[in-house]
Nanobody, 124 residues
Framework: QVQLVESGGGLVQAGGSLRLSCVAS????????MAWFRQAPGKEREFVAA????????DYANSVKDRFPISRDNAKNTVYLEMNSLKPEDSAVYYC?????????????????WGQGTQVTVSS
């Protein structure tokens, strides 16, 4: 069983930056595909970014591409989401997710483990 704990959320002005971290425990982190999703009030959870176990493949939602690079440090069991040029519409609870399969995917049902989420609020 894998436990995921996110951190790094907060309140930031539009145009600012935040870095989210997700620390994994209880499994072999380097064997998991990792992803970030987000959910705004009244909306469905949506895909943000994903990274393969070896970090040789990445996938991004169009809305965050070129603004939110995803990375990982397998030695630290941690995946990161660097959030730049933030917009009010980026406000949401951000969730870290893990799946034991190799292929990157944007679908929530493909992910086996989830964190509790961290709130990001961007003021205009």
């Amino acid at each position: 069983q894998v436990q995921l704990v996110e951190s790094g959320g907060g309140l930031v002005q539009a145009g600012g930056s935040l870095r989210l971290s997700c620390v994994a425990s209880g499994g072999t982190f380097s064997r998991y595909t990792m992803a970030w999703f987000r959910q705004a009030p009244g909306k469905e959870r949506e895909f943000v970014a994903a990274i393969s176990w070896s970090a040789d493949s990445r996938d991004y939602a169009n809305s965050v591409k070129d603004r939110f690079p995803i990375s990982r440090d397998n030695a630290k069991n941690t995946v990161y989401l660097e959030m730049n040029s933030l917009k009010p519409e980026d406000s949401a609870v951000y969730y870290c997710a893990a799946r034991s399969a190799v292929r990157l995917t944007r679908y929530t049902y493909n992910y086996d483990f989830w964190g509790q989420g961290t709130q990001v609020t961007v003021s205009s």
